[in-house]
């Protein structure tokens, strides 16, 4: 029992992370239709960047300024480069994004190598928060939930109780309008671009030191958010959030759970035949952990097309 | 016979020719090039023509890899089919993936279809480690290849020639599909689906279709592939692959059949040629893709249709300042962001930092680039890169300006000839 509450903490936590980032994805595509490929690359510049910036400003300087400089980058990007071909089309700015993802990585490499660096949580985080039958449970994960869900209450104020809020949701909504009602809407459009990729970067700055940052680590957690996006359907904020935790938790369970296939099998007086047979009926299902969530995905595509709580069309 | 065939049958006879002037590893080069252009055009069929970006095509090349070796090693090693035909393993391989995995993604499309494909490429890629049976696990599967039809397929030339010989079928067969009514309804499901849908064709059946046919020529390719390596390995599924072939081919340009083939076998000769020289070519690549992407989105393909439209527009003599201009400019960026580069590559690798780090007096040590030694803490290392970058964008400002100047003597030409025929003005 001890062990299936650990996981479920383990896998919302994983789940608010993910959020962090995709909610940032989805916030970019409702706006501008363009999905940002290169978003899980603010992801990763931001854990490098506070890497670089710990050893001279401390942790907490590093997680603040981080951010700021990926949100920078995301300015730039959404300025100099998306802009500039938005005349061609969505697919062409996709194809534009992921050359800039394909490129931040190899720049990544570059600067830092081609393997895991040396960032860790600092000692004085390094402690337990509260211990669960006998386990000690690491303050670090409860501080990472903590970061995402006070970022999550602070964009949802802005977003809805603020003047900046109410123009960025109609420059979504409707952005000829609100341009002919004289808000500049390519700067908001600049700006939203930047929230979501700082938001991207400080996900990127406090995990980086839990998990491990590594040059791969764009495409990893790349790909997990777009499966979060599909099974939540996408430009939904509640979908995101309800497909992180579940996608979170899942894989989280499931690195735990040492049976396989052949053992439902069993039940039916089958298993030497499974074993027989082998390949996936014999693959043990902490091992395809990583997989899980792609099969969900499949699943959902197969009986609501357009995700959980995504529209139709 | 039109000037297209003519440079067509003249590439052919090249490409036959070309084993008997070649060492080995270069032979080896041209197999590559030929693979990755076939791959190319499969992934064109699918991007350029239905307007289905995939992101994960590396899983029906690999696909079809793992299904020809596994033909190969079939019956006690003598292989299922005879060796010039191993390749249709692949084909088969390939597509019926290609079936399963479209049958799925073609279900959205645009920017889901694109995630779908991804996130199905990283399933396969993640799963097949654990698959022993079926990939080898992490040392893959190895196979030989068997004497057919007289030939022992022992030596380079030969696999080439096997090589050639499918690339150059499959790229007819790629060719003769645009010209079918499915070839014309694939293009109307690029423009138009609701159209098509409208017009009472099933557009997920025709998707799936496009699909399925797109996997199986990548399938070959992968084929194709393992019957030049007698190997293969799930690294064959990285993200990578998928990777490369979207640079490729949208850097040789994706309006035009020739575009993808031209981009693939540049981008892998390239490769070839710098492996010993740089560590950095993926990035030079990935430059080049947003390069192409933000200045000329019709690819290099695009860029010589281009020329040749002005040269008929504002003549040759005109044009020749702009297109050395341009050239120069295009040199001298590359030089300079190569030599960046490479002195950051350098200056920033680990054996470097090791060095400058036992180095006592706190001195950097000189770094050999170019036949010359640098000293990364002198200003005149840096001021290299950065006049050539200067220079460069220069030269380009240069060549923008020779072609606005082109365009509005172009513009006053006609307005002048417009004025001068009496009538026409009322």
Redesign the interface.
């Known amino acids: 029992m001890d062990w299936l509450l650990v996981s479920v903490m383990n896998g919302v936590v994983y789940g608010l992370l993910l959020f962090m980032v995709s909610a940032g994805l989805t916030l970019i ?1 409702g706006m501008m239709g ?2 940002n490929f290169a978003h899980a690359s603010f992801y990763m510049l931001g854990a490098y960047f506070a890497f670089s910036l710990q050893a001279r400003i401390g942790f907490w300087g590093a997680i603040l300024v981080a951010p700021i400089i990926v949100g920078a980058v995301g300015v730039v990007v959404e300025r100099y ?1 998306l802009r ?2 938005h005349q ?1 089309g ?3 700015e ?3 994004t ?3 993802s ?2 931040i990585a ?2 990544v ?3 830092y ?1 081609n393997y895991p660096v040396n960032y860790r949580i600092p000692g004085s985080l390094d402690f337990a928060a509260f211990a669960v039958g006998g386990l000690d449970y690491p303050a670090y994960r409860v501080l990472m939930g903590g970061v995402a869900m006070a970022m999550f209450v602070l964009i949802y104020l802005l977003l809805t109780r603020t003047r900046v809020g109410i123009i960025v949701r109609s420059a979504i909504y409707k952005p000829r309008m609100a341009e002919a009602l004289g808000h500049n809407v390519p700067l908001v459009f600049m700006g939203v671009f930047g929230v979501g990729a700082a938001l991207a970067g400080l996900a990127g700055a406090v995990a980086g030191a839990f998990y491990t940052t590594n040059p791969n680590m764009a ?1 990893e957690l790349g ?1 997990m958010v ?2 979060v ?2 099974v939540g359907g ?1 430009g939904s904020l509640g979908g995101a959030m309800l497909a992180s935790i579940l996608i979170g938790t899942i894989t989280s369970l499931s690195v735990g759970i040492d049976a396989s296939l052949s053992d439902l099998f069993a039940l039916f007086g089958a298993r030497q035949w499974a074993e027989g047979v ?3 009926l014999t ?1 043990k299902v902490s ?2 952990a ?2 899980i969530p ?2 969900l ?2 699943l959902i ?2 009986v609501r ?1 357009h995700g959980l709580l995504g529209e139709k069309g | 016979m039109k000037p297209v065939h003519i440079l067509l049958l003249g590439i052919v006879l090249a490409l036959l020719a070309l084993p008997s002037f070649l060492t080995p590893g270069l032979v080896n080069a041209a197999i590559q090039m030929l693979i990755a252009a076939l791959f190319a055009s499969a992934y064109y069929l699918l991007c350029g023509q239905a ?1 289905m ?1 995939s ?1 994960g095509h590396a899983a029906y090349f690999g696909m079809g890899a793992f299904a020809t070796i596994h033909a190969m090693n079939a019956i006690g090693g003598t292989g299922l089919l005879p060796t010039p035909l191993m390749p249709l393993a692949g084909a088969i391989g390939g597509g019926a993936f290609g079936f399963f995995a479209g049958y ?1 993604s073609t ?2 499309t ?3 279809f ?3 494909t ?3 490429a ?2 396969v890629h ?2 097949a480690p ?2 022993k ?2 990939f080898g696990g992490e040392a893959g599967v190895s196979a030989t290849r068997m004497p057919a039809w007289g030939f022992t397929f022992g030596s380079t030339n030969e696999v080439y020639y096997l090589t050639l010989a499918w690339v150059a079928l499959c790229l007819t067969l790629l060719y003769l599909y645009t010209r079918t009514p499915l070839g014309r309804l694939t293009l109307g499901l690029r423009e138009n689906t609701h159209r098509l849908r409208f017009l009472g064709y099933n557009t997920h059946g025709l998707a799936i279709c496009v699909f399925v046919v797109s996997a199986m020529f990548s399938g070959v390719a992968g084929g194709l592939l393992v019957v030049s390596n007698e190997a293969a390995n799930y690294v064959l599924f990285d ?1 990578h692959l998928s ?1 490369s072939v ?2 490729n081919t ?1 850097i040789g340009g994706v309006r035009v059949f020739l575009g993808p083939i031209l981009g693939a076998s540049l981008m892998t000769f390239f490769g070839y040629a710098v492996s010993d020289l740089t560590q ?1 070519w ?2 030079y690549q ?2 080049l ?2 390069l192409v ?2 200045y000329m ?1 019709n690819g290099l393909a695009g860029l010589f249709g281009q020329i040749g439209q002005w040269r008929s527009r504002f003549g040759l003599a005109a044009l020749i300042p702009f297109v050395l201009l341009a050239l120069g400019a295009g040199l001298l960026v590359g030089g300079g962001g190569a030599f960046a ?1 490479e002195m ?2 350098r200056f ?3 054996d470097y930092q090791a060095l400058a780090s036992a180095n006592a007096a706190g001195t950097w040590p000189p770094i050999r680039l170019f036949k010359h030694d640098w000293s990364p803490a002198a200003p005149g290392t840096w001021l290299v890169p950065a006049t050539l970058l200067t220079a460069g964008a220069g030269l380009a400002v240069l060549a923008r300006q020779w072609l606005r100047r082109l365009v509005q003597r172009e513009e006053s030409n006609r307005a002048a000839a417009e004025a001068s025929v009496p009538g026409d003005a009322a």
């Open positions: 595509f363009v999905l480069f500039r071909v061609y969505h697919a062409h996709l194809l534009l992921f050359g800039l394909f490129m190899e720049l490499k570059l600067f190598g495409l790909v777009f499966v996006v599909v996408l082998g390949g996936l693959l091992s395809t990583g997989t792609f099969a995905m499949l595509l197969l097309p | 307007g970006l992101f799925f279900k959205r645009g920017t889901y694109a995630m779908i991804l996130a199905i990283e399933l993640a799963l654990h698959l049976a079926l993200a990777a979207v640079l949208y950095s993926l990035l990935g430059a893709f947003v992407m933000m989105p580069i950051l590559q920033l690798s680990q």
